[in-house]
């Protein structure tokens, strides 16, 4: 089993350890003492403090309660021979790294507790020596080891407040970036809804009527198939151009002619009437809505992409018969459904990916309201439900 080492002393404290040391050793060689009597005759006494001294320097940063433990003792001896001022400058230092390096509850305590021993030791000292000097006994006390436990404290906070302005500030930066990921994200899906439902339909039209021209040997049906692939080019070529215009100017000035409304509801089925017409389809619209206030923009906009998409859907897989389109307000609900025979038919079809099932299910999403799609009574239904409350269909 590998036995754990300790941990090596900072550089920085070794060089202070070495300073403190030298120093005190300066000191002593020139004979610079802190008393004239000791109570231990031999001068090279306040040697033996002073490397303690220094050896607890050492451990300042790795262990500082260590380093006071041994610090403190050091100071006590030293305070029985005739004293060297390195040894208690560097009691003050390792005072004060124990409060600024120990733990949180160290440095509550610590300040605390030098307090108190500064007070007491002025107050024992005037009740021993009954003389003005007493008070500068107890200054000098606190000056050694309750102010440098009080800067630890100061700056000990001054760190912290620091750390904890750095980790706000990185959490500041990381919500950020989340926040710029999810708008990219979320941008993307729109321009991959707007591309999907405004080219889809043309696409699928010319798909269906090409592969009709192709297979049938008939001049007329031929020329009628490359009539609405022409048509459906040029629409899908502008719807496109438009997008693009957009695109390129932020939205600010493309918007209006971009973003139709139930208000051309009227010209998308008559446009899909006609596509239909050599599949067997009739498109069939049913508005019941009573006027009332106008739909809030976005709410238009989903309800006529959900129409497109569900009559393009219609094109490319229902069986002949009847394609309906119903449109319902109720109170603060407007009610999109679109409907078509199930089945199988002759003729041509354009393949299916599913994107325009789940791009409805995103408008519909977005604006809180409910979205379905599936066979009901051998017809293919979409319904949605969309909130037209102004606060309701932004939230």
Same mark, same amino acid.
């Given at each position: 089993?590998? &036995?754990?080492?300790?941990?090596?002393?900072?550089?920085?404290?070794?060089?202070?350890?070495?300073?403190?040391?030298?120093?005190?050793?300066?000191?002593?060689?020139?004979?610079?003492?802190?008393?004239? @009597?000791?109570? +231990? @005759?031999?001068?090279?006494?306040? +040697?033996?403090?002073?490397?303690?001294?220094?050896?607890?320097? #050492?451990?300042?940063?790795?262990?500082?309660? &260590?380093?006071?433990?041994?610090?403190?003792?050091?100071?006590?001896?030293?305070?029985?021979?005739?004293?060297?001022?390195?040894?208690?400058?560097? *009691?003050?230092?390792?005072? *004060?790294?124990?409060? +600024? *390096?120990?733990?949180?509850?160290?440095?509550?305590?610590?300040?605390?507790? &030098?307090?108190?021993?500064?007070?007491?030791?002025?107050?024992?000292?005037?009740?021993?020596?009954? =003389?003005?000097?007493?008070?500068?006994?107890?200054?000098?006390?606190?000056?050694?080891?309750?102010?440098?436990?009080?800067?630890?404290?100061?700056?000990?906070?001054?760190?912290?407040?620091?750390?904890?302005?750095?980790?706000?500030?990185?959490?500041?930066?990381?919500?950020?970036?989340?926040?710029?990921?999810?708008?990219?994200?979320?941008?993307?899906?729109?321009? %991959?809804?707007?591309?999907?439902? #405004?080219?889809?339909?043309?696409?699928?039209?010319?798909?269906?009527?090409?592969?009709?021209?192709?297979?049938?040997?008939?001049?007329?049906?031929?020329?009628?198939?490359?009539?609405?692939?022409?048509?459906?080019?040029?629409?899908?070529?502008?719807?496109?151009?438009?997008?693009?215009?957009?695109?390129? &100017? @932020? @939205?600010?000035?493309?918007?209006?002619?971009?973003? /139709?409304?139930?208000?051309?509801?009227?010209?998308?089925?008559?446009?899909?009437?006609? $596509?239909?017409?050599?599949?067997?389809?009739?498109?069939?619209?049913?508005?019941?809505?009573?006027?009332?206030?106008?739909?809030?923009? /976005?709410?238009?906009?989903?309800? *006529?992409?959900?129409?497109?998409? =569900? +009559?393009?859907?219609?094109?490319?897989?229902?069986?002949?018969?009847?394609?309906?389109?119903?449109?319902?307000?109720?109170?603060?609900?407007?009610?999109?459904?679109?409907?078509?025979?199930?089945?199988?038919? $002759?003729?041509?079809?354009?393949?299916?990916?599913?994107?325009?099932?789940?791009?409805?299910?995103?408008?519909? %999403?977005?604006?809180?309201?409910?979205?379905?799609?599936?066979?009901?009574?051998?017809?293919?239904?979409?319904?949605?439900?969309?909130?037209?409350?102004?606060?309701?269909?932004?939230?």
């Amino acid at each position: 089993m590998p &036995t754990l080492s300790p941990p090596r002393p900072h550089r920085d404290d070794v060089l202070i350890a070495v300073l403190g040391l030298l120093g005190g050793v300066v000191l002593w060689a020139l004979d610079l003492s802190m008393r004239t @009597g000791d109570v +231990l @005759g031999d001068t090279r006494l306040p +040697l033996i403090p002073l490397v303690v001294m220094s050896a607890a320097e #050492l451990l300042r940063r790795t262990s500082p309660r &260590t380093a006071l433990a041994v610090g403190s003792v050091a100071l006590v001896a030293d305070q029985c021979t005739r004293g060297n001022l390195a040894t208690v400058a560097m *009691y003050t230092d390792v005072m *004060y790294a124990a409060v +600024l *390096y120990g733990t949180p509850a160290a440095a509550r305590r610590i300040p605390v507790v &030098t307090f108190l021993i500064s007070l007491l030791v002025t107050i024992g000292t005037l009740a021993w020596i009954r =003389s003005p000097e007493a008070l500068l006994v107890g200054i000098v006390t606190a000056l050694v080891v309750f102010v440098p436990a009080l800067t630890g404290v100061s700056v000990r906070n001054h760190r912290d407040a620091a750390e904890t302005a750095r980790l706000r500030a990185d959490q500041t930066a990381l919500l950020a970036e989340m926040d710029r990921t999810q708008a990219v994200t979320a941008e993307r899906a729109r321009m %991959a809804r707007e591309l999907h439902d #405004l080219v889809a339909n043309h696409l699928s039209a010319i798909a269906i009527h090409s592969t009709a021209a192709l297979s049938l040997d008939d001049p007329e049906t031929s020329r009628d198939a490359l009539g609405v692939i022409r048509e459906n080019s040029v629409e899908g070529l502008a719807e496109m151009r438009r997008l693009i215009g957009l695109l390129r &100017t @932020g @939205g600010a000035d493309a918007e209006p002619s971009s973003s /139709p409304s139930l208000d051309s509801l009227d010209a998308l089925v008559e446009q899909h009437r006609a $596509a239909a017409a050599d599949a067997g389809l009739t498109c069939v619209l049913e508005d019941t809505r009573d006027g009332g206030a106008p739909l809030p923009a /976005p709410v238009g906009l989903a309800a *006529y992409r959900i129409v497109q998409e =569900s +009559l393009t859907n219609a094109l490319k897989h229902a069986a002949p018969g009847p394609v309906t389109v119903r449109l319902e307000r109720a109170g603060r609900r407007l009610t999109v459904e679109v409907s078509s025979a199930l089945g199988d038919r $002759a003729g041509p079809r354009a393949p299916g990916s599913g994107a325009g099932l789940v791009g409805m299910r995103e408008r519909v %999403a977005l604006l809180g309201g409910e979205f379905g799609a599936g066979p009901v009574d051998g017809m293919w239904r979409v319904r949605a439900e969309l909130p037209v409350d102004e606060g309701e269909a932004g939230a």
